[in-house]
């Protein structure tokens, strides 16, 4: 299948709207009952995370940093020390920046980057190179698009910092032996379960009720849970997502390999000294291996092995087994090889048909909605960008600013950035078997000789044969790899050396930075207002070859970084980035304007829209590089009374630098509505014509989820203590 069908491979979903009408007012706006349902039960656990990796520990904090209860389960009874995913996007960076450190503390204690920055294709990790790619620009590091580069470190490493992050914010790590003084039945939140099992969901009108299972003593147990929201982290075997019955659409069994989780210092030091990367893929005449370096300077790799059952089993992997691969691949002894743990997997790509379902109360996010080839690694990344777009969703409904509607717009905004990063990733992952298919070693035809063995006259054989059958049509291939073949002066290994110098210089091989697609990607429809005349494009298709991040301010996009000094409300003037202006502790819209007359009218429009609808809001006034000191001062007088605003200034890197609406691709006349995960609501390009105060009121209805703009009757509805006056019909169509 092509990329395109890949892509239209996917439909979306027609949902079902509910209408509601307000007697005798005769409004509507989308699900206000159950709105009502996931404020009203004061007794209930707020949100139940079900999955305590890297997107589920992510999630929990960024609820907690709203003021959103929640607590976490987690079916192992310990957190996983497998290296897993390890390369953390700019997008994903960006994110970690608000969260208390986080990024620093990446940055500290990851490898420096000279030691991860190549990707290394060889005969073995001491023979011949084959060719190499850096995959770092010098521009990746000069924080000119973002305000923080990209992080190669280890899945684990991050889960240990995250666990410490919610523990130092009041957080329980409870096991099974000392659940003892918790109700079974209703969770206060800030705890984490582990050991505990999604076994069955239930959903009513006022809560979800999760049946866990958990073994004491032994003896196999379970407990009910109510929550007001249920969340679905728990990965790509998710148990949330089959029992709510959910299928994944996608292309299944692109790959079967073992992983071989493994220490060896003395291999480290090796690679440190003499030729550092991230990856090394290693082809020659006895096997064939990926090794991922997660970490050189401590000697912690991860080895991945093509993998092909049921000719192939686990025995035939075992940890004495596994070494003398390694040394294979390594092409020299090695004294202190640590073999940890052996896995095998499947690489599928996959995404969930609904991200969203049981009248808005159950939500997938991660590996539990999208199931990605690691090749770019786009799958943790994804998953934490998910969290990211749903946590000020989920508090806007629970502290009861937005409609449960405005739930829905977790999935119409993130289905679509899956489908497009499945294919992708998909598309990378056939790039990295180009390398292979030019030096002789086809995967599609190894692949096709299995499945003949499988399903053909080989099934008929004996599985000995069957396993001696494939063993030797795998080492005639590698065969091609002996140096007699591939070496300059024999020409058909001349023919594919060069093709495979071709491949490199072209960037036609794996790739390992998307900056269009990492920083690029936009929301066309959701919790946002269209440009007016915005047409809405098809899907563009991934092109496979790394392409800059070009910044705008369209609706939907992230918002641009540029450095900024702040010049009021604060004890002093400092520098920070466009992005840090924008809250992380509450569910607050942001303005940036220019300090223009109609904009400061804007401004104060804004500022009462936003108290109507209950939602906090702030106003930046953004100046030029070039204004003089002190002219920022009568914003006070301009703005009263409202006070949550500050002034800034651009701080530009050289003089011939854009201006910050140039950079956002508009003018000085223009505005930006910022929602609190840093994606653009709502822009005006103009002069608003008409009255301010009524268009926003318009953005803000449309961008939180109500039908009418017209929402005083709501608003005095809300504000009623008797409610018998007032009789809500639901209708659905």
Known sequence: MGVSGFIEGFSFLQRTKPRIRF???????????SSKILNGNDSLLPVLIVGAGPVGLVLSILLNKFGVQCSVLEKNKGFSQHPQAHFINNRTMEVFRKLDGLAEEIQRSQPPVNLWRKFIYCTSLTGPILGSVDHMHPKDFEKVVSPISVAHFSQYKLTRILVKMLENLGFGIHTIEDLEGLDPETLRGREILMGHECVSIDTTDECVTTTVSFSKEGKPLTRKIKSKILIGADGAGSAVRKLVGIELKGEKDLQKLVSVHFWSKELGQYLLNERPGMLFFIFNTESIGVLVAHDLTQGEFIL??????PQQNLEDFNPEICKKLILKLVGQEL??????????WVMHAEVAERFVCGNNQIMLCGDAAHRFPPAGGFGMNTGIQDAHNLA???????KGVAPSSILTTYETERKPIAVFNTALSVQNFRAAMAVPATLGLDPTVANS?????????????????????????????????????????????????AKLRHIFEEGKSLQLQFPAEDLGFRYLEGALVPDSKDVVPAPELPSGRRRDYVPCADPGSRLPHMNV???????????????????VDKVEFLLIIAPMEESYNLARAAFKAAKEYKVSSKVCMLWPADTITGFHRGSKA??????????????KRSSDSLSWWRTCQMTEQGAILVRPDEHIAWRSKSRIVGDPYAKMKMVFSTILGFKSTSMEPYLECLK????????VVLFYA
């Open 565 to 583: 000094k702040v010049l009021s409300n604060f004890p002093s003037e400092e520098t920070i980035s466009t992005h840090d202006l924008v809250s």
């Open 335 to 344: 004294s202190d090889i640590d073999v940890i743990d052996i896995k095998p």
């Open 304 to 309: 991945q092995i093509p993998f092909y059952p």
């Open 638 to 651: 301009k703005l009263a009374p409202w006070k949550n605003y500050m002034d800034a200034i651009e701080v």
């Open 392 to 398: 000020w969703k989920i508090a806007s409904v629970l």
């Open 720 to 727: 009623l203590q008797d409610f018998e006056y007032w009789s």
């Open 449 to 497: 000789v299995h499945q003949v063995i499988n399903k053909g006259v080989g099934s008929i054989l004996p599985s000995g044969m069957q396993k001696a059958i494939l063993d030797g049509i795998f080492s005639i291939g590698r065969s091609q790899l002996s140096g007699l073949i591939l070496n300059e002066n024999n020409p058909l290994g001349s023919s594919r050396l």
């Open 23 to 33: 007697l005798p007012y005769n409004i509507q706006c989308r699900n206000f009952s």
